[in-house]
């Protein structure tokens, strides 16, 4: 396959480059290649499609990689800051091996070191700096318009359903404690180099926000299908990895899991109903029973446990 110029011009003068495999990208439309050279390491080529979340991306990776968190290392930028290189941690994502609970351990305790990467300049992330109400509302109108009303037959109370997003956004923007939230971490996202560690790929949407968000969005990712036991063994790692009050952060979680199921959701339908990924489409299922679980352990929300019922029985 021929590779864009962007591209090309990076390449390193001093070997053969004897392979570009692209590779995938399923909740993007970054483009990606695995590069393979006549000597030395493979290396992945990315093509951004906006230069601003490319340069969180690079800042980021020099941030996450001070605190000792294992990420890529980008080694290349084009001069138009659209398209660069980064060194290869593997191509064997968590998410295919999650009968090791001893791997899931180490991502655990990674989330935990990264949350508390030091002296991050917020102004630099994107989209936003923060996760404030604007960007939970975000998320909350994201299930409602790409997944919820795409659903055919199912009945709506609209000032019912604003008054669970009222109540869920107080919750979330109230938690405490707070810091890096990587936004999208989850097994997919964490890769297992050659060394045998985790590896974080995916984290340029990182902001300031609520650390509960984080461990919702890889304990509870629909398809890994982690059992209760195990999930509430690992968020006592976490607390612990934290040393945070364990039963204050429990109180919490809850809500950041149906926040984080609705914005999931939210994805599943615009990647799959809309723009046609059977991925996303083959997520639903499971995402629908875990928030019907979580919803059925909480009452202040009773619009959203009436649809998620609904949900189940469409």
Not at 109 to 118: E, F, K, N, S
Request: glycine share 8%.
């Amino acid at each position: 396959m021929e590779l864009p110029s962007e591209i090309t011009d990076l390449l390193p003068e001093a070997d053969v480059l004897t392979g570009a495999d692209l590779i995938g990208g399923s909740g993007s439309n970054r483009r990606y290649w695995r590069l393979t050279f006549g000597s030395g390491p493979s290396l992945i080529a990315t093509l951004g499609t906006n230069r601003d979340e490319n340069e969180a991306f690079f800042y980021l990776a020099g941030k996450l990689a001070d605190a000792g968190v294992n990420v890529p290392r980008v080694i290349g930028v084009s001069p138009c800051r659209m398209a660069y290189l980064q060194t290869d941690v593997g191509n064997s994502a968590l998410f295919d091996c999650l009968e090791r609970t001893d791997l899931i351990e180490k991502a655990i305790d990674m989330l935990a070191r990264a949350q508390q990467t030091p002296s991050i300049d917020y102004g630099r992330c994107y989209p936003v700096a923060e996760m404030d109400r604007r960007a939970v509302m975000w998320d909350l109108n994201y299930f409602k318009y790409c997944f919820l009303k795409t659903c055919p037959g199912i009945e709506i109370d609209e000032p019912a359903l604003e008054d669970d997003f009222e109540s869920l956004a107080e919750i979330i923007l109230t938690a405490e404690p707070r810091g890096f939230m990587i936004r999208d971490f989850q097994s997919r996202n964490v890769m297992i180099g050659d060394d045998g560690e985790p590896w974080l790929i995916d984290f340029q949407g990182g902001r300031r926000g609520p650390a509960h968000y984080d461990v919702a969005s890889f304990l509870w990712q629909a398809r890994a299908g982690f059992s209760d036991a195990l999930r509430s063994e690992m968020v006592g790692r976490y607390c612990e990895a934290r040393r945070i009050d364990e039963r204050e952060f429990r109180a919490k979680l809850p809500y950041f899991v149906v926040l984080r199921l609705l914005q999931a959701l939210g994805a599943y339908g615009f990647r799959g109903r809309f723009e046609g990924k059977e991925h996303f489409i083959r997520s639903i299922p499971p995402a629908l029973a875990s928030l019907a679980a979580t919803l059925n352990g909480l009452d202040s929300l009773p619009e959203l446990t009436a649809l998620s019922n609904q949900l189940q029985q469409n």
